[in-house]
């Protein structure tokens, strides 16, 4: 914090505004070669404090920069990092307009994709946060009368139900359980699509899987 501070302001004993700090922490994650925990954990702790003309206007550049930590360590990351990378996510992508040319496509949507597909992470930190910081932002977006996310969201669960597997249906389990606790959050023009793709998680006749889809219905 010190270092970023320093290249801010120098020796001089200025106040440093949030803005400030992200622009720092921006350029620093931009230039950094080696994933910094320290960094990703400050990072997340300024931007709820950065102006939304800020997030709007660094958005892609945020997110790019995001995204390619967990892409670039395939091997893997610590617990803490993923849990940071998902609030940031979520953070910078609650700050973007409610467009559909926004949402789309490119990088706002495939960081809204990676958010949905932590939702199904094995460790069940990391997905807690995912379900917690996907269904605050569907929530937003609901308020707003925002329905592409909604869609995004149905889409991802009607392609895992396309390949499920009863010796394997880990994913779908864990997307029901999201499901259960945020569908209010989602668009109610599509509850009739859910409610199909539920009739067929029920059709595989696996009991647990069935009793979760039955408490969605």
């Not at 320290?38 to 939304?52: A, D, G, R, T, W």
């Not at 864990?174 to 059709?203: N, R």
Request: contains cysteine; glycine residues 2%; charged residues 25%.
């Amino acid at each position: 914090l010190v270092a970023i501070e320093e290249g801010i302001h120098g020796d001089k004993k200025e106040v440093i505004e949030p803005d400030q700090y992200f622009k720092a922490m921006l350029g620093r994650l931009q230039s950094s070669k080696t994933v910094n925990r320290s960094l990703i954990y400050l990072f997340q702790m300024v931007l709820p404090h950065v102006s939304e003309k800020q997030k709007q206007k660094k958005g892609s550049d945020c997110l790019e920069v995001l995204l390619k930590i967990p892409t670039e360590n395939k091997e893997g990351l610590q617990r803490a990092i993923y849990l940071s990378l998902i609030t940031c996510i979520t953070e910078v992508l609650l700050s973007q307009k409610t467009k559909e040319s926004t949402w789309s496509d490119g990088i706002v949507k495939k960081a809204f994709m990676y958010l949905v597909s932590m939702c199904t992470d094995r460790t069940a930190k990391v997905r807690k946060q995912a379900c917690d910081d996907l269904k605050r932002l569907l929530t937003h977006h609901s308020e707003a009368k925002f329905t592409l996310t909604s869609k995004f969201v149905v889409d991802y669960f009607d392609n895992l139900v396309m390949q499920f597997d009863k010796d394997d249906h880990r994913e779908i389990l864990y997307l029901l359980t999201f499901l259960m606790s945020s569908i209010l959050s989602i668009a109610p023009s599509f509850y009739a699509a859910i409610i199909t793709t539920l009739f067929t998680v029920c059709s595989h006749d696996v009991n647990y899987v069935r009793q979760y889809s039955l408490k969605i219905m």
